[in-house]
């Protein structure tokens, strides 16, 4: 069944670099889409980035400069890393699977990161 | 990027009550709306796309309506398991953009 899992560390020290994976079954990176968004205390549901199935990427023009996501197809896997790392970055990190039509069906747990030294 | 402004960031409701929620789009998004549900401790969960369509296992009582760049998202007769926070989700351009979230209470 279909299937996404995030995982990285759960502290990161301020104007580090995270790195989250997203793993996936029951589907192909090449069909669907994958979007990382992030809820924040600040903000709120936040947008980040896609990978799209053709392996063209788009990012939240606020994170851009920090913000690289890639893929792995032979592992199902998706990759977040991000520098530069403040306090206001602490939140729950979110992947999902986006098909036709702009429905996101399936989501990971999320995973909680925390920027504190 | 395309902002989106929801509002009211927070709504107090009585079971029973008919809520709705507004966002307008910095430009005309054409449509390309969703509306997303998230309970405290859940991932998100969309209920309603392209505006008005309800997603699979969305129930009857969630709606949504609009054009351009004014969009609106409503309950009608709240139930308990409706308290969360609710976003409006804009997917016209490649990059998307959310709103910035109503929470639910309950009077």
């Known amino acids: 069944q279909v299937q996404l899992k995030e995982s990285g560390p759960g502290l990161v020290q301020p104007s580090q670099t995270l790195s989250l994976t997203c793993t996936v079954s029951?589907?192909?990176?090449?069909?669907?889409?994958v979007h990382w968004v992030r809820r924040t205390p600040g903000k709120g549901l936040e947008w980040m980035g896609v990978?799209?199935?053709?392996?063209?990427?788009d990012y939240n023009s606020a994170l851009k400069p920090r913000l690289t996501i890639t893929r792995d197809i032979s592992e199902s896997q998706v990759f977040l890393t991000m520098n530069s790392l403040q306090t206001e970055d602490t939140g729950i990190y979110y992947c999902?699977?986006?098909?036709?039509?702009?429905?996101?069906?399936?989501w990971g747990q999320g995973v909680m990161v925390t920027v504190s030294s | 990027d395309i902002q989106m402004t929801q509002s009211p960031p927070s709504l107090s409701a009585s079971l029973g009550d008919k809520v709705t929620i507004t966002c307008q789009a910095s430009?005309?998004?054409?449509?390309?709306l969703s509306w997303y549900q998230q309970r405290p401790g859940r991932a998100p969960r969309q209920l309603i796309r392209?505006?008005?369509s309800l997603v699979s296992g969305t129930p009857s009582r969630f709606s949504g309506s609009g054009s351009g760049t004014d969009y609106s998202f409503s309950i009608s007769n709240v139930e308990s398991e409706d308290i969360a926070t609710y976003y409006c989700?804009?997917?016209?351009?490649?990059?998307?953009?959310f709103g910035g979230g109503t929470k639910l209470e309950l009077k």
């Open positions: 999902t699977r986006n098909g036709w039509g702009g429905i996101t069906d399936y």
């Open positions: 430009q005309n998004i054409n449509n390309y």
């Open positions: 989700l804009q997917y016209d351009s490649l990059t998307w953009t």
């Open positions: 990978i799209w199935s053709g392996g063209n990427t």
């Open positions: 029951g589907f192909s990176l090449t069909s669907y889409n």
């Open positions: 392209y505006t008005s």
